[in-house]
């Protein structure tokens, strides 16, 4: 079995990070859904993931896209509703940004954020401003692209890339609240889906402010 490079483990701590904050959060991303969808976010998700952390010890991590397209496929059978399609090709997305590459460093973490959200995109007929996840997911990566290809000062480190992909997608969720949602089932309701934030915003940034606090405390 191949060693897990150090860039390896840190994509595979992100990815088990996101995963447990799923099923940890079931219940306030479900409610969060309710207030103008269908309430079932939370619970599909949790349940797809959980399934990732239950096979987790079964995945190569060795190879980046293997692992990542390994992954995909767990969530694209498991995940119920909207969310598994989307969830699915976005890591599948990602897996193909790195094909072939043995290691992943900041540039590629780039890569593929912005590979799973053209995937989204087109899988879910997209974009930014309709009030979806990519209100967060694009703002967070276009953070992250124009800090790591900056050309002044010392090359960002993993947790300061982590602390301003936390607090963009943050900010980015939040502003979804005044929106009216035009895709998902949120987009039924109208002029309901005013007032509250998306849940798939809202879920990306609780997930990437969870890898930010745990970053330098990972074993």
Same mark, same amino acid.
Do not use: C, H
């Given at each position: 079995?191949?060693? =897990?490079?150090?860039?390896?483990?840190?994509?595979?701590?992100?990815?088990?990070?996101?995963?447990?904050?799923?099923?940890?959060?079931?219940?306030?991303?479900?409610?969060? !859904?309710?207030?103008?969808? !269908?309430?079932?976010?939370?619970?599909?998700?949790?349940?797809? @993931?959980?399934?990732?952390?239950?096979?987790?010890?079964?995945?190569?991590?060795?190879?980046?896209? !293997? @692992?990542?397209?390994?992954?995909?496929?767990?969530?694209?059978?498991?995940?119920?509703?909207?969310?598994?399609?989307?969830?699915?090709?976005?890591?599948?997305?990602?897996?193909?940004?790195?094909?072939?590459?043995?290691?992943?460093?900041?540039?590629?973490?780039?890569?593929?954020?912005?590979?799973?959200?053209?995937?989204?995109?087109?899988?879910?007929?997209?974009? %930014?401003? !309709?009030?979806? %996840? %990519?209100?967060?997911?694009?703002?967070?990566?276009?953070?992250?692209?124009?800090?790591?290809?900056?050309?002044?000062?010392?090359?960002?480190?993993?947790?300061? %890339?982590?602390?301003?992909?936390?607090? =963009?997608?943050?900010?980015?969720?939040?502003?979804?609240?005044?929106?009216?949602?035009?895709?998902?089932?949120?987009?039924?309701?109208?002029?309901?889906?005013?007032?509250?934030?998306?849940?798939?915003?809202?879920?990306?940034?609780?997930?990437?402010?969870?890898?930010?606090?745990?970053?330098?405390?990972?074993?």
């Amino acid at each position: 079995m191949p060693t =897990t490079s150090a860039s390896a483990a840190d994509l595979a701590f992100v990815v088990r990070t996101v995963a447990q904050t799923a099923v940890d959060n079931e219940a306030a991303f479900g409610d969060l !859904d309710a207030v103008a969808g !269908d309430g079932d976010f939370g619970y599909s998700l949790a349940r797809g @993931f959980e399934i990732v952390l239950a096979d987790w010890d079964g995945f190569d991590q060795s190879v980046p896209s !293997d @692992f990542l397209r390994q992954v995909a496929l767990v969530i694209s059978k498991r995940v119920g509703g909207t969310s598994g399609p989307l969830w699915g090709t976005a890591f599948l997305r990602a897996s193909a940004a790195v094909r072939e590459r043995p290691e992943v460093g900041a540039a590629d973490a780039v890569a593929m954020l912005r590979a799973a959200a053209e995937g989204i995109k087109a899988r879910g007929k997209s974009d %930014l401003g !309709d009030k979806t %996840l %990519l209100d967060a997911l694009i703002p967070m990566t276009d953070a992250l692209e124009a800090r790591v290809s900056a050309d002044d000062g010392p090359a960002a480190g993993g947790s300061e %890339l982590a602390a301003l992909a936390a607090a =963009t997608a943050r900010k980015a969720a939040d502003g979804t609240t005044p929106m009216q949602a035009r895709r998902g089932r949120q987009s039924y309701t109208g002029e309901r889906s005013i007032g509250s934030p998306d849940p798939g915003a809202v879920a990306v940034a609780v997930m990437a402010e969870r890898v930010a606090a745990e970053w330098d405390a990972r074993g």
